[in-house]
């Protein structure tokens, strides 16, 4: 062992074995970030069964009210729910477990080793397309069962689906990251981060049907991801007639594609100038 | 830069806004030593070490650590330090998964297996960390820092809580590492822990290393006097000598044989450590 690390060090740097590369070591970090996601029992239940339970629950309640358009307000929640449950699982659940391995020293102790910093990155992107995906699926399921929900059928709406949840997640993921150096620990975290996104929902069309909301406040909801995830997929789940429901009586692709880009940009410059690796108390 | 020495820091400050955290530091480690750093709370251990470690920027001063300086140093040299942070908790994963983690950041790891064992958690691979007990979290902390095969190795207080067969087997295990070919920065609060393992030790008081030398050395003669004490006809008598030995013949003569009460003492690490950082304050 000695003679070993003796002509290590002794070696010329060409000589030393490649350090691990990003891509590898992101996947392998990304496999066990689910591994211990799904084995932390009250996270999960938190995050897949909290918006099932709403959704059953407001589902309950107003789901057999039709609007005037002819639309069942079960499948109004089911397109927003998912909207809410993409946001929950990206934007919540990843600022909270962020805030809360910053604070336990996890990520200073990553920071100590040759990991590339883009590796943690690339394993919590895995982490959240897993349990969005896994969120989207259990919403669907539970849709199509109660709530007269459907699948898309055009090609079209399966492409809206497709871009509105991937810019959809890597925007709320972004703005989870962001905020994860927010709180000064992760007892405030639930508080930084749990608030506004609640309010977000209620205000976003993923609680309150949109056309319901005060105009006030869906300026408000303009300003952020959610209100136009949710639009978006009403405009896939929903009948066609349902775009007379909409403020703008359009579904407005092209103005949810630009603010979700604009939300990834500026949440992606946000990341880079905030990111720390270690708790404000670690000075 | 010379080469033999892992770690070379001169003239090393650092300020907290207007308060000075190091007031010019010196200190040299050699390849293959075992280095304890000592000093109360506030001294600046942990703040001496973060620059050492990378983690913290200093305002002047020249660092460097296996030939580099920290402040600059990538991938490349962190593959080659290891680093022992003690965590308030852990994720839901086993001791064999995270260990087997940290071993794929590095180019040349350790068998986790083998490391596993070395820290003397074999049995116990397939248990989740939150579930381990605090002595054997600090050897899982221990395996995560060792089993990159570092040249030099960091350890923070790395006994702290440990009860005593505990912090026995984990001082073989730090002797072990050394044996090796480690070399090993350590600081902690528990004086017998830096005489059993240390070649050298730092005192470090008020952002200054006030004495630097072997455990049994520190200080110098001047606070290395034995403390000589007998019963005379008129009470207890203490003398402070440099030679011990003749006081014990001189008064043996005196007494005519026995010498009642007697006791010869040497000023332990604990004693050299408080007068120093005594003398500080």
């Known amino acids: ?283 | 830069m010379d080469n033999s020495l892992a770690v070379s820091v001169r003239g090393l400050r650092k300020r907290y806004g207007s308060v000075t955290a190091l007031d010019g530091i010196d200190l040299e480690i050699a390849r293959g030593e075992v280095f304890a750093l000592l000093g109360p709370n506030g001294a600046g251990k942990t703040t001496t070490v973060e620059i050492l470690e990378g983690f913290r920027d200093r305002n002047d001063g020249a660092v460097a650590v296996l030939g580099e300086d920290p402040a600059k140093a990538g991938r490349r040299w962190r593959a080659r330090i290891g680093i022992v942070l003690q965590l308030s908790g852990e994720a839901e994963l086993t001791v064999a998964e995270m260990v087997s983690q940290f071993a794929g950041f590095y180019p040349a790891p350790r068998d986790p297996a083998q490391v596993i064992e070395l820290v003397g958690l074999a049995g116990l691979a397939g248990r989740r960390a939150h579930q381990l007990s605090g002595g054997q979290r600090r050897r899982l902390d221990v395996a995560l820092g060792i089993v990159g095969r570092p040249e030099l190795l960091f350890l923070d207080e790395p006994t702290t809580g440990f009860d005593p067969e505990a912090r026995r087997k984990f001082w073989d295990l730090i002797r072990r590492l050394a044996a090796e070919g480690t070399t090993i920065l350590l600081t902690t609060h528990y004086m017998p822990e830096a005489e059993a393992l240390a070649d050298r030790v730092a005192v470090l008081a008020g952002g200054r290393l006030v004495a630097v030398g072997e455990p049994a050395a520190l200080g110098g003669q001047a606070l290395r006097e034995a403390q000589v004490g007998w019963e005379a006809a008129d009470g207890r008598k203490e003398l402070r000598t440099r030679t011990p030995t003749s006081v014990v013949a001189e008064l043996a003569a005196q007494f005519g044989g026995e010498i009642p009460g007697l006791t010869i003492t040497r000023p332990s690490l604990e004693d050299v450590y408080l007068d120093l950082i005594g003398a500080q304050r």
């Not at chain 1, 909801?221 to 009586?249: D, I, N, T, Y």
């Open chain 1, 1 to 283: 062992m000695t003679a070993h690390s003796m002509q290590r060090s002794a070696a010329p740097v060409s000589d030393l074995p490649a350090l691990p590369g990003a891509w590898r070591t992101g996947l392998s970090m990304g496999r066990l970030e689910v591994v211990a996601f799904f084995r932390e029992r009250q996270a999960v239940v938190f995050i897949f069964a909290l918006p099932v339970v709403l959704l059953v629950l407001l589902g309950s309640i107003f789901g057999n009210q039709a609007t005037a358009h002819g639309i069942s307000v079960g499948q109004v929640f089911t397109a927003g729910m998912i909207a809410g449950g993409i946001g929950a699982t990206s934007f919540q659940n990843l600022g909270l477990s962020i805030a809360a391995e910053r604070e336990r020293g996890s990520l200073k102790r990553l920071r100590g080793t040759p990991m590339p910093p883009a590796a943690y990155f690339i394993g919590k992107i895995i982490l959240v397309f897993v349990c969005t995906v896994a969120e989207v699926l259990v919403l669907l399921a539970v849709g199509i069962a109660f709530y007269h929900l459907h699948l898309p059928t055009s090609a079209a709406k399966w492409w809206t689906l497709a871009w509105v949840y991937a810019l959809g997640t890597i925007a709320c993921s972004l703005l989870g990251i962001a905020i994860s150096s927010l709180p000064r620990s992760a007892t405030n975290a639930t508080a930084v981060i749990t608030l506004p996104f609640l309010v977000l929902q209620f205000i976003s069309g993923v609680f309150v049907p949109y056309s319901d909301v005060p105009p006030w406040l869906q300026h408000i909801a303009s300003l952020f991801p959610l209100k136009w995830m949710s639009q978006g997929l009403r405009s896939v789940f929903l009948p066609a007639r349902a775009v007379a429901l909409e403020p703008g009586h359009a579904w407005q692709h092209g103005q949810t594609a630009v603010v979700l880009l604009a939300w990834i940009a500026g949440g992606l410059v946000l990341c880079l100038r905030t990111f720390r690796w270690r708790s404000s108390r670690d000075g």
